[in-house]
């Protein structure tokens, strides 16, 4: 499939996806506004948040195919995913055009990511275990402090609603020894309940590298290999659980708790480390106390430890092992009808300790700071205002804040504006990794402003959101002293259209995205489009209902990107089409077909790094209702 289809076909769905037709009278209204917690740290509805939010819930999930975090993401608004040569693999994510560790990912409400590399392993953790998924576009530094200069991207878990004892379960097998099984059970009662759940991925791998080690190209081409080896296929496998409990003795007080774990297997190619055996944990728990309607206060602690044991062949060369562990204090007032006053403390400690024969180190940082939020509904206007100020134990104080404005001017249409700051610590990796690092790194910041453009109406609703971003003291190489340092600016203007339809048997969700992400610092780079952002993407995924059948298909397309900050290694565009077809054969058990990327597009996200060509997969799912 073409690119150039591709984007128009899903520029023209995602124009028509607001339209109001006639047909429409015929229906019963379809609810397209769920409540999201992320992007104000309280609940609110998409329709009423000031901020760009997507929510992909366990349905969409179920329907899309994908076979992993990173897949089910690509494509989306805002969102490139570069990925290494197809599951299991390293992959990075790039919100808005901002860098691979600007956004900040959460866990049940608990940060996640290595402090070394300075990002989560998003392709460790499994679909079977996730329950939704929200997406918040733009800073988000003044309510969560470092890492969200491009946005938050917070992972819910599988978790029970429902009083009784309810299970499900799930088999599926694919190309290349693709083998999956997922199984769970919630038991619950009025006052809470017990839940757990497991899961179970693995594949034989793609031959992931395409590329040789050349010295008079590029040093570190393709995949630091050397020709005619490592022509195999690097396979992927892991294990994980979920648990999960909660009581409520009583309208005033509530307790729950969660733990996840995964663990798995990694081949790639490489002639320093070719396969690694990974770890991702995570636990945490909250008590939330609610002596009226008017006040809620809420303690949260939680863990996240990313660890890897690296090897080549048999022989054991390094291990990296980071922990993020935080803690959070955060009282809710209603002040008034329609005004909510937030104000809190949060307490966050990382360590890491990396084992290495030339390389070891083992620092540690921690950051305290206080919070307060704004949020007042004056009939067709809104506000919020927030602010906070972080303390970091290697960094000092720093000042982050945001304002933005909406209002609802009748017929469904709604205009919101906004205004943010935000900061991005150096990781330890680049301020510590012996011959890459630089002790005297300062943080990152930025400046964001946003105006969007929304409409809804009767299971319908378009968005168009455009906004700039400028980051300073960007983090680079920096070729005069050979380490990074701080010596890029960088210049983002983007434009995003989104658009849900559910009408009867139909249901169409768009995407399209227009990025301009330059380097403006001084010197040879400036001017060059930053490395990895291409500047179109669109996506279109399009179900329909028959009876017991359901069909559907994603289209996603990006332009071209460069791979490199000189602007001088191109990675192409290219347009992919997946397929897809359940049928519910009895009460609770539904079976699914897919074929992904139909067409055996060849195409790269990141150079000399294959993507998987055209796959097949079969499942079988049981989950009554």
Same mark, same amino acid.
């Given at each position: 499939?073409?690119?150039?289809?591709? %984007?128009?076909?899903?520029?023209?769905?995602?124009?028509?996806?607001?339209?109001?037709?006639?047909?429409?009278?015929?229906?019963?209204?379809?609810?397209?506004?769920?409540?999201?917690?992320?992007?104000?740290?309280?609940?609110?509805?998409?329709?009423?948040?000031?901020?760009?939010?997507?929510?992909?819930?366990?349905?969409?999930?179920?329907a899309s195919g994908a076979y992993s975090l990173p897949d089910l993401l690509r494509g989306r608004a805002g969102i490139t995913i570069v990925n290494q040569g197809g599951p299991g693999k390293l992959s990075t994510l790039f919100l808005r055009g901002t860098e691979s560790d600007h956004t900040l990912?959460?866990?049940?409400?608990?940060?996640?990511?290595?402090?070394?590399?300075?990002?989560?392993? %998003?392709?460790?953790?499994?679909?079977?275990?996730?329950?939704?998924?929200?997406?918040?576009?733009?800073?988000?530094?003044?309510?969560?402090?470092? *890492?969200?200069?491009?946005?938050?991207?917070?992972?819910?878990?599988?978790?029970?609603?429902?009083?009784?004892?309810?299970?499900?379960?799930?088999?599926?097998?694919?190309?290349?020894?693709?083998?999956?099984?997922?199984?769970?059970?919630?038991?619950?009662?009025?006052?809470?309940?017990?839940?757990?759940?497991?899961?179970?991925?693995?594949?034989?791998?793609?031959?992931?590298?395409?590329?040789?080690?050349?010295?008079?190209?590029?040093?570190?081409?393709?995949?630091?290999?050397?020709?005619?080896?490592? %022509?195999?296929?690097?396979?992927?496998?892991?294990?994980?659980?979920? &648990?999960?409990?909660?009581?409520?003795? #009583?309208?005033?007080?509530?307790?729950?708790?969660?733990?996840?774990?995964?663990t798995g297997h990694n081949d790639y190619d490489g002639d320093y480390t070719d396969n690694s055996d990974v770890l991702q944990q995570v636990v945490g728990g909250r008590v939330r106390w609610s002596p009226t309607t008017a006040v809620q206060v809420a303690l949260t602690v939680g863990r996240n430890?990313?660890?890897?044991?690296?090897?080549?062949?048999?022989?054991?060369?390094?291990?990296?092992?980071?922990?993020?562990?935080?803690?959070?204090?955060?009282?809710?007032?209603?002040?008034?009808?329609?005004?909510?006053?937030?104000?809190?403390? *949060?307490? &966050?400690?990382?360590?890491?300790?990396?084992?290495?024969?030339?390389?070891?180190?083992?620092?540690?940082?921690?950051?305290?700071?206080?919070?307060?939020?704004?949020?007042?509904?004056?009939?067709?206007?809104?506000?919020?205002?927030?602010?906070?100020?972080?303390?970091?134990?290697?960094?000092?104080?720093?000042?982050?804040?945001?304002? !933005?404005?909406?209002? *609802?001017?009748?017929?469904?249409?709604?205009?919101?504006?906004?205004?943010?700051?935000?900061?991005?610590?150096?990781?330890?990796?680049?301020?510590?990794?012996?011959?890459?690092?630089?002790?005297?790194?300062?943080?990152?910041?930025? *400046?964001?402003?946003? =105006?969007?453009?929304?409409?809804?109406?009767?299971?319908?609703?378009?968005?168009?959101?455009?906004?700039?971003?400028?980051?300073?003291?960007?983090? !680079?190489?920096?070729?005069?002293?050979?380490?990074?340092?701080?010596?890029?600016?960088?210049?983002?203007?983007?434009?995003? =259209?989104?658009?849900?339809?559910?009408?009867?048997?139909?249901?169409?969700?768009?995407?399209?995205?227009?990025?301009?992400?330059?380097?403006?610092?001084?010197?040879?780079?400036?001017?060059?489009?930053?490395?990895?952002?291409?500047?179109?993407?669109?996506? &279109?995924?399009?179900?329909?209902?028959?009876?017991?059948?359901?069909?559907?298909?994603?289209?996603?397309?990006?332009?071209?990107?460069?791979?490199?900050?000189?602007?001088?290694?191109?990675?192409?565009?290219?347009?992919? =089409?997946?397929?897809?077809?359940?049928?519910?054969?009895?009460?609770?058990?539904?079976?699914?077909?897919?074929? #992904?990327?139909?067409?055996?597009?060849?195409?790269?996200?990141?150079?000399?790094?294959?993507?998987?060509?055209?796959?097949?997969?079969?499942?079988?799912?049981?989950?009554?209702?």
């Amino acid at each position: 499939m073409h690119l150039q289809s591709t %984007l128009r076909l899903a520029a023209l769905a995602t124009a028509c996806l607001g339209c109001n037709t006639l047909a429409a009278q015929e229906h019963d209204p379809t609810s397209l506004d769920p409540v999201v917690v992320t992007a104000t740290r309280t609940a609110t509805t998409v329709d009423a948040s000031l901020a760009a939010v997507e929510v992909i819930d366990r349905e969409q999930i179920d329907a899309s195919g994908a076979y992993s975090l990173p897949d089910l993401l690509r494509g989306r608004a805002g969102i490139t995913i570069v990925n290494q040569g197809g599951p299991g693999k390293l992959s990075t994510l790039f919100l808005r055009g901002t860098e691979s560790d600007h956004t900040l990912i959460l866990l049940d409400g608990v940060r996640i990511g290595a402090t070394t590399a300075g990002f989560a392993a %998003l392709q460790d953790i499994p679909l079977d275990q996730i329950e939704r998924i929200e997406i918040v576009r733009g800073p988000r530094s003044s309510l969560y402090g470092a *890492d969200a200069i491009g946005g938050v991207i917070q992972i819910f878990t599988r978790r029970g609603s429902r009083q009784g004892v309810h299970g499900h379960a799930r088999l599926a097998a694919g190309s290349h020894g693709l083998r999956e099984a997922s199984a769970g059970i919630d038991i619950r009662g009025a006052r809470g309940g017990v839940g757990l759940d497991l899961a179970h991925q693995s594949t034989n791998g793609i031959n992931a590298c395409s590329g040789t080690y050349d010295p008079n190209t590029w040093i570190g081409a393709g995949c630091f290999i050397v020709p005619g080896t490592h %022509l195999d296929r690097d396979g992927y496998r892991n294990n994980s659980v979920t &648990l999960r409990a909660d009581y409520a003795p #009583n309208t005033q007080w509530q307790f729950d708790g969660r733990a996840f774990r995964a663990t798995g297997h990694n081949d790639y190619d490489g002639d320093y480390t070719d396969n690694s055996d990974v770890l991702q944990q995570v636990v945490g728990g909250r008590v939330r106390w609610s002596p009226t309607t008017a006040v809620q206060v809420a303690l949260t602690v939680g863990r996240n430890v990313d660890a890897s044991d690296n090897y080549l062949g048999h022989a054991f060369v390094n291990s990296y092992r980071s922990t993020r562990s935080s803690a959070s204090v955060q009282g809710d007032f209603t002040v008034a009808r329609g005004q909510v006053l937030t104000a809190g403390f *949060d307490w &966050l400690r990382d360590t890491a300790n990396v084992v290495d024969p030339w390389s070891p180190f083992a620092p540690t940082r921690g950051n305290r700071a206080v919070f307060v939020q704004y949020q007042g509904d004056f009939g067709s206007h809104d506000w919020q205002l927030s602010l906070r100020e972080d303390n970091n134990d290697q960094f000092g104080s720093h000042v982050t804040g945001g304002i !933005a404005w909406g209002h *609802d001017f009748g017929s469904g249409w709604r205009i919101t504006a906004s205004h943010a700051t935000a900061f991005k610590a150096p990781s330890f990796n680049e301020l510590y990794y012996p011959g890459y690092s630089n002790p005297l790194l300062r943080p990152e910041r930025s *400046d964001s402003s946003e =105006l969007s453009l929304a409409r809804s109406g009767d299971g319908w609703r378009v968005q168009a959101n455009a906004y700039v971003t400028s980051v300073h003291d960007l983090i !680079a190489w920096d070729a005069t002293i050979f380490k990074p340092g701080n010596v890029d600016t960088a210049r983002i203007r983007g434009l995003e =259209l989104t658009g849900e339809l559910q009408r009867g048997d139909w249901t169409a969700r768009g995407q399209i995205g227009w990025l301009d992400a330059r380097n403006t610092s001084a010197g040879f780079a400036h001017g060059l489009r930053l490395a990895r952002r291409p500047n179109q993407s669109a996506r &279109l995924d399009l179900d329909r209902t028959i009876g017991d059948w359901r069909v559907g298909i994603t289209v996603i397309g990006e332009s071209s990107r460069w791979d490199d900050v000189a602007n001088t290694l191109r990675v192409g565009g290219y347009g992919t =089409l997946d397929a897809r077809v359940q049928w519910r054969f009895a009460p609770g058990w539904t079976l699914q077909g897919n074929v #992904n990327n139909a067409f055996d597009k060849r195409y790269e996200t990141s150079a000399w790094y294959n993507q998987p060509g055209r796959t097949f997969s079969l499942s079988l799912r049981w989950q009554p209702d």
